[in-house]
């Protein structure tokens, strides 16, 4: 960034703290977060006033507040609407979407679809603490199946959502997903995703320490069980490496003993994949099923942006009619005239 007088500024992490009180619970791992995303905004490079982070409503939804950036705390699940048009309307901004687990998979669900299946250039955050923090602990759409709260006090019957799986299958063009406390993980999450043109989605295991206590420990603590994914490595694991993933010829995949199966059998990480299949076989892993979960970046491949297609369009209908004229466009053709 640049003073008035021609001199650069090297922003840092407090330049992104705004004067804001941070209110959440104590413990929360939204301050981790928080924290992780100020540190990383000076390596975007831009000033502040190139920054905007929206979000719609929650407890993850305060984070606008504390970013010294523009920003909206908008409405239930609309906040990729929001940021759809101002992504497509002010190209030179970088847009952030800051939402969780209830916010975009239940009311949102819609608006977070069509924004990822349009490759709108917007980055969207979803923390998931698997649980509804702000309206004080009721199920949300990815607690797991018999999960007892407030709302369902003799279980939940509802089969939960992989939030991975649902933008791989929205044919989001950047899927990854990190851990609140691993600081260095986060990191590198978020500038692939910065990095990326187009819609990034990236998941976020989120611990609410009031609702959900413990809710993700097996792979927060319990560090051998994360699947680190690096595009053209081998997919390896474990305190020495000892654990793989191997593809069937069916395409669903299986953790295996190395040292058994044979280092070449090993599936070889491909994030730019043209087709989904790889990506979505990878969200399919889960600490449920396989004792593991991957973590990093699922997906990342080069498509038509939306917000330049939808640009070269009103760049075409200039050529062929002109700069509009509103008031010429509403008294174009028929018209009446009511008593």
């Known amino acids: 960034m640049s003073k008035g007088n021609g001199d650069l500024v090297q922003l840092t992490g407090k330049d992104f703290k705004s004067d804001q009180e941070v209110r959440w619970c104590p413990g929360c791992g939204d ?14 490079g831009l000033s502040r006033e190139r920054l905007v982070f929206v979000s719609g409503i929650g407890c993850a939804a305060r984070l606008p507040y504390y970013m010294q950036t523009y920003g909206m705390h908008s409405i239930h699940g609309r906040a990729p609407a929001i940021a759809t048009g101002l992504a497509v309307t002010r190209p030179d901004l970088s847009v952030w979407v800051v939402t969780g687990d209830g916010d975009a998979l239940s009311i949102g669900g819609n608006h977070l679809i069509h924004a990822l299946r349009r490759n709108v250039n917007l980055k969207i955050l979803l923390f998931n603490n698997r649980i509804y923090g702000l ?5 949300s759409p990815t607690s797991e199946l018999g999960k007892v709260t407030k709302s369902t006090p003799m279980g939940s019957l509802d089969y939960p959502f992989n939030p991975l799986s649902i933008a791989i299958g929205a044919e989001a063009s950047f899927v990854a997903r990190a851990i609140d406390t691993d600081k260095k993980g986060l990191t590198e999450v978020l500038g692939a995703a910065a990095r990326h043109r187009g819609a990034a989605f990236v998941e976020i295991l989120q611990n609410c320490n009031i609702y959900n206590d413990g809710a993700f420990d097996y792979v927060r603590d319990d560090k051998e069980n994360r699947i680190y994914l690096e595009s053209g490595e081998r997919i390896r694991f474990g305190a020495e490496g000892e654990k793989g993933v191997v593809q069937y010829a069916d395409g669903s995949l299986k953790i295996v003993d190395v040292e058994e199966a044979g280092e070449n059998s090993l599936l070889v990480h491909d994030a730019s994949h043209m ?5 979505f076989a990878l969200s399919r892993i889960t600490f449920e099923t396989d004792g593991a979960v991957p973590l990093g970046v699922f997906r990342s491949l080069e498509r038509e942006v939306y917000d330049d297609l939808m640009n070269d369009q009103l760049d075409a209908a200039r050529e062929q009619s002109g700069e509009g004229d509103l008031a010429t466009l509403l008294h174009t053709g028929d018209t009446w005239t009511v008593a």
């Open 31 to 44: 301050y981790a977060i928080l924290n992780v995303v100020q540190g990383f905004m000076p390596e975007l």
């Open 135 to 139: 309206t004080k602990g009721q199920y």
């Open 275 to 279: 087709q989904a299949s790889l990506a």
